[in-house]
């Protein structure tokens, strides 16, 4: 099993910034892709970035530019630095990780962009 804990959710007024970081413990050999995601609800959930193990990137057209995401490989850590938020960023994030050939999936944590 693998246990992921998501944290930097909160409160933040419009163009202001915030960190999410997702740790992943437990039973891990090799983290492949690590990800997050974010979901409105009455929406589907999406994509917004992800990171292989050997650091390529991917981003939704929506935060390029914006959004930049990381990991720690000897920490199992994957972070996501976003800045000049807008009210649209409103969600809830989830951090994806996948463990080939499972994916795990964090609890979410709320992100408010609201002055």
């Known amino acids: 099993q693998v246990q992921l804990v998501e944290s930097g959710g909160g409160l933040v007024q419009p163009g202001g910034s915030l960190r999410l970081s997702c740790a992943a413990s437990?039973?891990?050999?090799?983290?492949?892709?690590m990800g997050w995601f974010r979901q409105v609800p009455g929406n589907q959930r999406e994509l917004v970035a992800d990171?292989?193990?050997?650091?390529?990137?991917n981003y939704a057209d929506s935060v390029k530019g914006r959004f930049t995401i990381s990991r720690d490989n000897a920490k199992d850590t994957v972070y996501l630095q976003r800045i000049s938020l807008t009210p649209e960023d409103t969600a809830v994030y989830y951090c994806?990780?996948?463990?080939?050939?499972?994916?795990?999936w964090g609890q979410g944590t709320q992100v408010t962009v609201s002055s």
């Open positions: 994806r990780v996948i463990v080939s050939p499972r994916i795990y």
């Open positions: 437990g039973s891990i050999f090799s983290i492949s892709n």
């Open positions: 990171i292989s193990r050997s650091g390529t990137t």
